[in-house]
């Protein structure tokens, strides 16, 4: 039975839209590179995809559109070395080698443009409010970056970095207490397992974790060392030759929220808001750098600051997303214009030619 690995390859993030697009296709032998406006159905083309492999039998990856939590970016068809991605804006991917790995598909050649000049303003408007949406909500992540480093200060001033230290040196002891073989068919790569989207925070930590068998879930307050710590691990990992998968923070792609070590069957993971995972399996392990590392009259004597802090974080954090909303409805009301200029029907005529292309080749000796 065929797998399916759910991730997202692009954040909107406090730095503003952030791509990880190129570690995440890196490596594959053929891209098939989407092109078009919005409305031409490049997600359906690519979700129609990936059931039809699916159903052959063969694992798939799916990128995970950040901006819409009901279309895709990307379908990576691991075993074949077939990747098809979306190549427009904010996500833009352009061919390296052309013809040799990377194809476009321009999916804008079954529009009928006649129709779309006939609502010109109001498709020019809309766009420009999407920007300005996009603008919006990335200054709002910003500001609400900021609030969340003055309290970081705050907890990084009752941290005992050196029981830190203790903590870090003993869990890489147990994880790399065996050997393992290096390669195991695996591939180092940089991806999301979540992102901001207009519904709020999203992630897939469970579904990506579901064949580790070790899970080291790291709990804790902002600045208790938790990115650190992992981030060490995986320098350790990568020292000694074992493929590693760093999945960054969606929202700080500067800090680390999760690493895998494929080799190993071993996660080490950040389990706190907004992502919050306990030990549900026999094997999962939680290490509580609060509890281990912190000064707990932290808490008690910066009390209302710490409170009115995470009040204003959330506050601004809840805008932010009001503005990815803002930016989807206006986006689904665009893609309506080009939707009705759409021939779908040449276009799953032309899903159906791909399908028998990628079968076809398998099926050569």
Request: overall charge negative; glycine content about 6%; aromatic content about 8%.
């Amino acid at each position: 039975m065929s797998k399916v690995k759910n991730f997202y390859a692009g954040s909107n993030s406090s730095i503003g839209f952030y791509s990880l697009y190129d570690e995440a296709l890196k490596d594959l032998e053929t891209l098939y590179i989407l092109k078009g406006g919005p409305g031409t159905g490049k997600s359906s083309f690519m979700k129609k995809v990936g059931s039809a492999v699916a159903q052959a039998g063969y694992n798939i990856e799916v990128l995970h559109c950040s901006s819409d939590n009901k279309s895709i970016d990307g379908i990576i068809i691991p075993a074949l070395k077939i990747g098809f991605v979306d190549g427009t804006a904010p996500h833009i991917v352009d061919p390296k080698y052309p013809g040799v790995v990377d194809k476009i598909i321009n999916l804008g050649d079954y529009r009928d443009d006649t129709k779309l000049k006939q609502h010109r303003e109001e498709i020019v408007q809309l766009t420009d409010e999407i920007s300005d949406c996009f603008r919006e909500a990335y200054q709002k992540f910003a500001d609400a970056k900021k609030v969340h480093l003055k309290k970081e200060e705050i907890y990084i001033e009752a941290m005992d970095f050196n029981k830190a230290d203790e903590i870090t040196q003993h869990l890489m002891e147990k994880i790399f207490e065996r050997t393992a073989d290096p390669g195991k068919n695996n591939k180092s790569r940089k991806i999301f397992f979540g992102a901001a989207t207009p519904e709020g925070p999203v992630n897939y930590i469970d579904n990506i974790t579901e064949d580790v068998a070790k899970r080291y879930i790291i709990k804790g307050r902002s600045g208790s060392g938790k990115s650190t710590l992992m981030k060490r691990i995986a320098k350790k990992a990568e020292s000694m030759d074992l493929n590693v998968e760093t999945y960054y923070c969606a929202f700080d792609p500067n800090s680390v929220d999760m690493i895998i070590i494929p080799s190993l069957d071993v996660a080490v993971l950040d389990g706190t808001a907004p992502h919050v995972i306990d030990a549900t399996r026999a094997n999962d392990e939680i290490i509580d750098m609060f509890e281990l590392c912190i000064d707990k009259t932290v808490e008690v004597e910066r009390r209302e600051e710490i409170k009115e802090l995470e009040s204003r974080y959330k506050h601004i954090m809840r805008l932010g997303t009001a503005s990815l909303q803002k930016a989807k409805d206006l986006h689904d009301r665009l893609e309506a214009y080009y939707i009705a200029a759409m021939d779908f029907a040449a276009i799953d005529r032309r899903q159906e030619e791909l399908l028998e292309e990628i079968f076809a080749a398998t099926r050569q000796p």
